[in-house]
């Protein structure tokens, strides 16, 4: 794992959170720009699944890869499940969905590095 | 009771709309973190505390009906969402007492030991906000008020 990558992609979904949080506030829909910027973090994760394939086979891989992979599917998952059912609802609470997996996204990412450094 | 605009709509609200969006996500991630949570206790340590991972085992199964009978929401999921909201309510309480009184009760920890504190104490509150959204999208006069714009009601008990 790459930190400074990780951190991107924390920083994303925390700014994602963000815009989503600023939606519920003004009672308002996800937006299709939202689904884009999710697109993007979503992009960044199998980026990651990339180097973390490379740095395996490299021999600088997961402390316990099994549950690395675990928690690397669910993370993978989260943000596209939750756009299409955030998108499906045309009130703010689509915009709740969207915090949510953001922050459940984050907060996975923040476990793979623990668990990648065997923390 | 009043079914205006959509005909066979039911009165009942559908639990997976509005608040229930959210409901079904915070179920949906638990759900992730327990099939997660409980498949790699199977496969790597199972020998080591059964009880314990069988445990996990179920409370994965209870969480993945919960998810999909809330987000289905019709009225024979509605009552698989009520059991299976119903179990989980039962089973953080009474795992979470279990542990309290004796922390090595189980051998290993659970999702439900110490009424689900490793996950921030969401599966605690979380069946009991299920159980009484279950009743508030249940009751047909909460959904006769202005059922007919279904989409709308959300919007307007929130505005």
Redesign the interface.
């Known amino acids: 794992m790459i930190l400074a990558l990780l951190l991107l992609v924390v920083a994303l979904c925390v700014v994602l959170a963000g815009w989503a949080g600023w939606f519920v506030a003004r009672d308002r829909a996800v937006i299709l720009n939202q689904l884009w910027g999710g697109a993007v973090i979503e992009a960044l994760i199998l980026v990651q699944g990339v180097v973390a394939i490379v740095l395996g086979a490299t021999g600088s891989g997961a402390g316990d890869p099994l549950l690395f992979w675990g928690y690397y599917a669910t993370t993978l998952v989260i943000l596209p499940v939750a756009a299409a059912w955030a998108f499906a609802e045309r009130t703010r609470w689509s915009s709740v969905v969207l915090l949510v997996a953001s922050l459940t996204v984050a907060f996975l990412e923040w476990r793979m590095w623990q668990i990648w450094t065997g923390a | 009771m009043q079914e205006t605009t959509r005909p066979g709509r039911p009165a009942r609200r559908r639990t997976g ?6 409901l ?3 179920y ?2 638990l759900a ?2 327990a099939i ?1 949570r409980s ?2 206790e199977l ?2 340590k199972f020998h080591e505390a059964p009880v314990a991972y069988s445990l996990s085992t179920l409370a994965a199964v209870v969480y993945v009906v919960a998810t999909f009978a809330l ?1 289905i929401g019709s009225s024979r999921w509605r009552t698989v969402a009520w059991v299976t909201v119903g179990l989980e309510a039962v089973g953080v309480v009474t795992v979470g007492a279990l542990s309290l009184a004796d922390p090595g009760v189980f051998g290993e920890s659970t999702v439900w030991s110490g009424f689900g504190e490793g996950y921030g104490y969401v599966p605690l509150v979380l069946p009991f906000v299920g159980l009484w959204w279950l009743r508030r999208t249940g009751t047909r006069a909460a959904a006769g008020a202005g059922e007919g714009t279904a ?1 709308h009601t ?2 307007e008990r ?2």
């Open positions: 709309r509005g608040f229930g969006r959210v079904v996500t915070v949906g991630v992730f973190a997660g498949s790699y496969v790597v987000a989409e959300d919007e929130t505005a």
